[in-house]
């Protein structure tokens, strides 16, 4: 079954174009790279983001969070205001969507 992390945090102000491109730059090759994930979403307000991967199953979900996040974390610090909130969930239904469609 799929699983997926929702990770949600606020931007200190003024640092939103500099979180955007260290993550752009620094933690999307570090996912892209890991057993077992499959996509990333991402969510944003001016201050606050919204993070949602989704990995194969808990155990590479696992691995990653115990291994490469705290190496992540460390490289989004001097952006991100306080400490991020983790969230995990079973994926128990998705529909993947190869284009959007005008109304």
Do not use: C
Request: hydrophobic residues 35%; aromatic residues 14%; glycine residues 4%.
């Amino acid at each position: 079954m799929q699983y997926a992390r929702n990770v949600h945090f606020k931007v200190k102000s003024g640092k939103e174009r500099e979180f955007t491109a260290l993550f752009e730059s620094e933690v999307m090759p570090l996912l892209r790279k890991q057993p077992g994930f499959r996509e990333s979403f991402t969510l944003s307000t001016p201050h606050y983001v919204l993070g949602i991967n989704i990995w194969e199953d808990q155990k590479s979900a696992d691995r990653f969070y115990s291994t490469i996040y705290p190496t992540m974390l460390a490289k989004l610090n001097t952006v991100l205001e306080g400490t991020p909130k983790v969230d995990t969930y079973d994926v128990t239904s998705s529909r993947h969507f190869t284009s959007v469609r005008a109304w």
